[in-house]
């Protein structure tokens, strides 16, 4: 306030003449209206100074309403662009889930179809090798049976191991539903065997423990 009393007193100075400022200066002093004083000089170099800075204050109003519009625009775009982008993010999120949904519902189908693969060729290879025992204890059983009916001794143990073979033999049959009339005869007659042998003592371990017995 200062500096702008200064500028307006050298402007006062300069076009309205040190009488006019003398006479305000002796009005000042004189007049009184009740307790409060009357300052001509204060009260020209307030009007002055306010007519001087009228179109400042115009102009910092103007640019105060000029900022807050931009200012709002500004705000507006923001939050039009914020929302945007929260739709965008929205869809993203979405095509994500979706995606993620396909794929692990295509593994699992995968995972699946290889599974029932790996279990049929685990069941095949199974088989296969069953087939495989099958046919080693139907070659084994006839070639015992077969030299059973050339008087050929066997010791308890030998028979025990047969009947053994076959109770894996008969588990495989049941499994597979094969039948085998071959086979059931050429066991049936080991078996006889084995029950005579049984029967009589006859194993040939047996017959060599006896043989011991009566040279000694």
């Not at 040190?18 to 307790?35: A, D």
């Not at 015992?144 to 049959?173: P, V, W």
Request: hydrophobic residues 35%; charged residues 30%; aromatic residues 10%.
């Amino acid at each position: 306030m200062g500096e702008v009393s200064k500028a307006v007193g050298q402007w006062i100075v300069g076009n309205v003449g040190w009488s006019i400022i003398i006479f305000l200066f002796l009005l000042s002093m004189f007049f009184k209206i009740t307790k409060k004083e009357i300052d001509p000089l204060g009260w020209a170099i307030g009007w002055v100074g306010k007519a001087l800075t009228k179109d400042v204050r115009k102009d910092v109003s103007d640019l105060k309403k000029s900022t807050g519009a931009r200012f709002d625009e500004l705000k507006k775009e923001y939050n039009e662009q914020l929302e945007g982008l929260r739709d965008d993010l929205d869809i993203f999120e979405k095509s994500t889930n979706k995606s993620i949904g396909e794929i692990k519902a295509k593994t699992t189908q995968n995972c699946d179809k290889l599974k029932k693969r790996l279990d049929q060729i685990e069941q095949s290879t199974q088989k296969s090798n069953d087939m495989q025992t099958l046919r080693q204890i139907r070659a084994h059983v006839l070639d015992f049976a077969n030299s059973c009916m050339n008087d050929r001794e066997h010791t308890k143990q030998d028979f025990e191991n047969i009947i053994e073979e076959n109770t894996l033999y008969e588990t495989l049959i049941k499994k597979y539903k094969i039948t085998n009339d071959v086979y059931t005869e050429d066991f049936k007659f080991v078996m006889d065997v084995y029950h005579q042998c049984l029967k009589e003592g006859s194993f040939l371990n047996e017959k060599k423990t006896a043989q011991k017995q009566s040279n000694s």
